[in-house]
């Protein structure tokens, strides 16, 4: 199992919980939306599911599918990070050269992935040149380039439309690796409905939406 948290809570002042008494499974294969307006917790229980935050209480376990190491884990975000000078190809490739892959494999690997994702006509094109969806898109193929464990998606269409949203939440489901356990936040409950559990963060707390 990639990320177990149990009874995961965490407070940044000591006074106010963001979060409290989580228990989530990020079982492989699996594609979880956590659903909830902005400010409700839901980029500080991804950075504690991606072990860049220690929770203020609580327990976190996590280990690679293969049962050896920590989890390889991946992220997309809606600030999406791009080079916007270099093409296409260049970075979807960064992804592979950073879980350590050399440079022609980076290339080799990231020509596969931009084709997964519809882009392996604009390989050659700089991202800023992509549109909003298209480079969303490519955000996507960086990410699964570096064959992540665990994938986190922080509001990965909040600067997207709603058709374009759907279309970029279905695909990213659909893309991942199978045994890659999948963690999306979204204030979008249509964008959640593609994954396969949907769970909403109210007053600090994970609960089934009504």
């Given at each position: 199992m990639p990320v177990t948290l149990r009874g995961v809570a965490h407070t940044y002042d000591g006074q106010h919980w963001v979060l409290w008494a989580i228990d989530l499974d990020l079982e492989p294969g699996t594609a979880t939306a956590v659903v909830g307006p902005s400010?409700?917790?839901?980029?500080?229980?991804?950075?504690?599911?991606?072990g860049l935050l220690k929770p203020?209480?609580?327990?976190?376990?996590?280990?690679?599918?293969?049962?050896?190491g920590s989890p390889r884990?991946?992220?997309?975000?809606?600030?999406?990070?791009?080079?916007?000078?270099?093409?296409?190809?260049?970075?979807a490739a960064l992804g592979h050269l950073v879980a350590g892959g050399s440079w022609r494999e980076a290339l080799t690997v990231a020509r596969e992935a931009l084709a997964n994702v519809g882009l392996d006509a604009l390989a050659d094109r700089p991202a800023?040149?992509?549109?909003?969806?298209?480079?969303?898109?490519?955000?996507?193929?960086?990410?699964?380039?570096?064959?992540?464990?665990?994938?986190l998606a922080d509001?990965?269409?909040?600067?997207?439309?709603?058709?374009t949203s759907v279309e970029i939440a279905r695909l990213l489901v659909d893309v991942r690796p199978s045994g890659t356990a999948?963690?999306?936040?979204?204030?979008?409950?249509?964008?959640?409905?593609?994954c396969q559990r949907v769970l909403a963060l109210v007053?600090?707390?994970?609960?089934?939406p009504p």
């Open positions: 400010g409700s917790g839901k980029s500080t229980l991804l950075a504690i599911a991606g203020t209480r609580g327990e976190v376990r996590s280990a690679a599918r293969d049962g050896r884990t991946a992220w997309i975000l809606q600030s999406m990070n791009l080079l916007p000078r270099r093409s296409a190809l260049e970075n800023y040149s992509l549109s909003g969806g298209e480079q969303q898109r490519l955000c996507i193929a960086r990410a699964l380039v570096a064959e992540p464990d665990l994938l509001e990965p269409t909040g600067q997207l439309d709603q058709r999948l963690l999306v936040a979204t204030h979008d409950q249509t964008v959640a409905s593609v007053d600090g707390q994970l609960m089934r």
